[in-house]
Each structure stands twice: as structure tokens, then as C-alpha cells.
């Protein structure tokens, strides 16, 4: 074999033997993680209110804002509900947030987060929309009952199926103004196919066979 036919051997094998490339697995679903800056340290430590980020910033770790802004909102505005900071999706104005994580084609995922809205102006019915590959889903809080304390998290549930090795989740404000819906604990798990749960189910069966026969 010629020195030449031996390269393109080599860079064929390397080829069929690297991995595709991939976004990154889904992360900081409670906003904890964040750029070191002084607006936002004062807002984790409940000294300030919150750090408003603009569009194109990318200083909430995974995340990257759109529209106008949004806030990192801290505790001494009110509690979050995982952790100690949450985000209004209504900044200065309407904004949203997005995050692209590693997906595989043709698989349903289940998005699961948790809805506020900032209860210190605008109206009381916070509106926005959480969207991925082809699905979109509206969701509305009604914060008249908010306070600090309790600001009366509730649980959401939205699912989509993958179209590639890569999917993009946003979260849009749909509120004008500067007081807008808040979201807090967001998650991204597979839905099991049915094939799947009956394996489960059969394997559980069997070994509670096993245990009533020991």
C-alpha cells in the first residue's frame, strides 16, 4: 500500500470512528449557575432584587436571552422554587429564554418546570409559551394570591418529540411590561416507550414471583 492510499485509509477510519457532533446535555435548569457578575452576586445573596439580562446575553449558564430581557430574580424578591433564584421572562419588556441540548431524532422528551408570575406590577395574568422542534404549548399564572413566601409554584408538564441530534427549548413571555411570567426548575427527561414500561412491569412481577416462592 502506497503512503498516500495509507492517509486516506487512516482519515476514512477516523472519520467513520468520530463521534457526531453534539450540542451538550441539557443543564442549569434552576438557574443557579451564572457569570460572575456584581449585579447578579447581590441578587443570589437577597442584597439586590434581581440582574436583568439583555438579548444575546449568554451570562445564565446554558442559556441565551431573546426578545427584549429577562430577570434573574433572587430571593429577597421572593422565594424560588428550587434553589435561590428563579426568571421573570419579562425583563425591561417581553424577552424569552433558550437553551440547545443533545437530543436523538425521533425520541419524546418530557419538560417539566414550574410557573410563577412577578406579582409587583402589570396584570395579574401572566401569559407566555414554551416551544421544542415542532411543538408549542401556552401556559398562564394568575398571581393575584402571590406573595414573597409564597408564590404559589405551579407545576407544568410539556413534551416533544426530537427532529434531530439537537433540540432547542424556549420559554417566551407573552406579558408586556417588566413584570412578566416566572419559571424555576426545569427538567428534560425521556418518555419511556410502551415496549419499555411492560419490561418493567414484567420484570417486577417476577420478582415478586421470586419473592413469594423464597
Excluded at 445564565?60 to 421572593?78: C, K, M, Q, R, T
Excluded at 434531530?164 to 407573552?174: D, P, Q, R, W
Excluded at 416566572?182 to 411492560?198: G, K, Q, R
Amino acid at each position: 500500500m502506497s503512503v498516500l492510499s495509507f492517509v486516506r485509509v487512516g482519515a476514512a477510519s477516523a472519520c467513520l470512528l468520530a463521534p457526531a457532533v453534539m450540542a451538550a446535555p441539557f443543564q442549569n435548569g434552576s438557574f443557579e449557575l451564572f457569570e460572575p457578575a456584581a449585579a447578579d452576586l447581590l441578587c443570589h445573596l437577597g442584597i439586590s432584587y434581581c440582574g436583568q439580562y439583555n438579548a444575546g446575553n449568554s451570562g445564565i449558564n446554558g442559556w441565551v436571552i431573546g426578545g427584549n430581557s429577562v430577570d434573574e430574580v433572587g430571593p429577597l424578591a421572593w422565594a424560588a422554587s428550587a434553589g435561590s433564584s428563579s426568571i421573570d421572562l419579562s425583563g425591561a419588556d417581553i424577552g424569552s429564554i433558550s437553551q440547545t441540548f443533545d437530543t436523538l431524532a425521533g425520541t419524546t422528551y418530557r419538560v417539566t418546570f414550574d410557573l410563577g408570575g412577578n406579582f409587583y406590577g402589570g396584570p395579574a395574568l401572566k401569559t407566555g409559551t414554551v416551544s421544542a422542534a415542532s411543538a408549542t404549548q401556552n401556559f398562564s399564572f394568575n398571581n393575584i394570591a402571590s406573595t414573597a413566601s409564597a408564590m404559589g409554584w405551579l407545576p407544568q408538564l410539556f413534551t416533544f418529540t426530537a427532529a434531530a441530534a439537537s433540540t432547542t427549548l424556549s420559554f417566551i413571555s407573552t406579558t408586556a411590561g417588566s413584570a412578566g411570567p416566572a419559571i424555576d426548575n426545569v427538567t428534560v427527561s425521556v418518555v419511556p416507550e410502551p415496549s419499555t414500561w411492560l419490561l418493567w412491569l414484567a420484570g417486577g412481577l417476577s420478582l415478586a414471583a421470586y419473592a413469594r416462592r423464597r
